[in-house]
């Protein structure tokens, strides 16, 4: 049985993924911060799932009080088989883009904070040399736009740790598998651009299930990002720089 903690579980992406593993029998710690709605999720996952799901509160900018929360989560589940990174925000990028408080915020939501929490579960998954770590990041960190690049930047850092990682952790048969995540309609991108190439959380986290079904290293989430992503990458920086996008 996978003891599994996820973490942005109030996210509509990470609630379907949760009734996915536990479909498949997985014990959950559900876990973010806001404390009435996660409850309701846990509550939610468990009564479809017809196992019981546990949960609690972190905060991602929070990390005097990781290595806690990471311990009583693993305590409380018996033990820790796999670790799903599901939180971030979009923070407010016109804010952030001149203000260094907000840019730091941002970062911490997506980036510090998710750094932070991974090494004391990678830690924990190392010790015991079996377990998996499911890192959800975005296409904005494959190349920084004028329009999104604090988190972008955030995201693409994101990517560079989750990549290390899965190389050092290797050797210890820990899996990591970084997600790509293109536009998935949820409150972070309500109301913007690009609909037509949005999906629902719920095919977002069944392509994320099958791709950790598959043991995959990377994968975009849909799969047509990568080509997409692939073309963004090509764009000479000279005419980049003036896309308006
Ligand atoms: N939607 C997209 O198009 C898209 C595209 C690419 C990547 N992503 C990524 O997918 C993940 C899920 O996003 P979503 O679209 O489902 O957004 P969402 O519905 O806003 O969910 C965000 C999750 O992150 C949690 N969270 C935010 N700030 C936190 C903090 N400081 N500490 C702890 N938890 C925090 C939220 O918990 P609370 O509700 O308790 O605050 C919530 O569970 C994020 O990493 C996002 O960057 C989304």
Redesign the pocket.
Known sequence: MNRVLI????????RALALRFASDGARLYLA???AD??RRVAEDVGARAGIPALFGT????DFASHDEFVRRAASDLGGLDGVVL????LGDEDVAQTDPKEALATIH??FT?AVSLITLAARHLEQQRSGFIII?????GERGRKKNYVYGAA?GALALFAQGLRGRLAASGVHVMTVK????D????WGREGALLTIA?TKAADLIYVAYRKRAEVVYVPWFWRLIMGAVRMIPESRFKRMSF
């Open positions: 973490l942005g579980a109030t996210s509509p992406i990470a973010a911060r806001n709605e996660v972190f905060d991602a900018s599901c939180f971030g925000t939501q997506n904070g959800i990041g975005s296409v904005a995201k995540l293109g536009t998935v949820t409150r972070m991108t959380p």
